[in-house]
């Protein structure tokens, strides 16, 4: 089966810092990947459409500047939290389709805590 | 726009039992995907089951299947002789083809008890 691989799994930042999480489609190349975040004990929120070679399509109130996504190649895309807040702490986890309409394809997520 | 509701923010069931979880969605567009997800503490999103739009019966997954009344817009989760195991959040989502995006309802969270 497809497998999407996201490191870290956990992390821990102090306040200011920047941090960046990988999203990799092991098996198979990714035309599109999506970034959700995911407050304690709440939704999965979408954050960003992204595919290969252009830019990322944000949700509305979604600050760009601050969530950084870059979709490099067909199986990595990274989205960098800069300058990190303890409100950015959160699970975010990435999903990622092979071609339009087909499965989505979860990673097993990444918990960040900001200091 | 569209919308996922699920109404039950926790449920109990015996372990053995059946129970059912709700999901109601709203959207004008014809042709979009229902899903279900089971999401335990480690976090991983585990995919259950599938229904389309224009698909004519009911999905079914081993224990799951997904009671689908199109003109109620429902979607509804049924888990036939509940394990400890099923002890999770499930989330009921949609995906839209126009769009591709993956929209999740708030999740009910299932409790198995002996």
């Known amino acids: 089966g497809a497998v999407v691989s996201q490191h870290p799994s956990r992390v821990i930042c102090k306040s200011g810092t920047s941090v960046k999480i990988e999203c990799r489609s092991l098996?198979?190349?990714?035309?599109?990947m999506f970034w959700y975040r995911q407050f304690p004990k709440k939704s999965l929120m979408l954050m960003a459409t992204s595919n290969e070679g252009s830019k990322a399509t944000y949700e509305q109130g979604v600050e760009k500047d601050k969530f950084l996504i870059n979709h490099a190649s067909l199986t990595l895309s990274t989205l960098t939290v800069t300058s990190a807040h303890p409100e950015d702490s959160s699970f975010y986890i990435c999903?990622?389709?092979?071609?339009?309409?087909?499965?989505?394809?979860f990673g097993n997520g990444t918990r960040l805590t900001v200091t | 726009a569209q919308k996922i509701t699920q109404t039950q923010p926790g449920m109990f069931v015996q372990e053995k039992e059946a129970v059912t979880l709700d999901c109601t969605y709203d959207?004008?567009?014809?042709?979009?995907?229902l899903f279900w997800y089971k999401q335990p503490s480690s976090g991983e999103m585990i995919f259950l089951i599938y229904q389309g739009s224009y698909d004519q019966q009911n999905a079914t997954e081993g224990r799951y299947s997904l009671n689908f009344q199109k003109a109620r817009k429902s979607a509804n989760l049924v888990i036939s002789a509940s394990q400890l195991g099923d002890s999770a959040m499930y989330f009921c989502?949609?995906?839209?083809?126009?769009?591709?995006?993956?929209?999740f309802g708030t999740g009910t969270r299932l409790q198995v008890f002996p």
């Open positions: 999903s990622a389709v092979k071609e339009p309409r087909s499965p989505l394809h």
């Open positions: 959207t004008s567009d014809p042709s979009y995907g």
């Open positions: 098996d198979f190349q990714a035309t599109t």
């Open positions: 989502a949609m995906r839209v083809y126009n769009t591709d995006k993956l929209i």
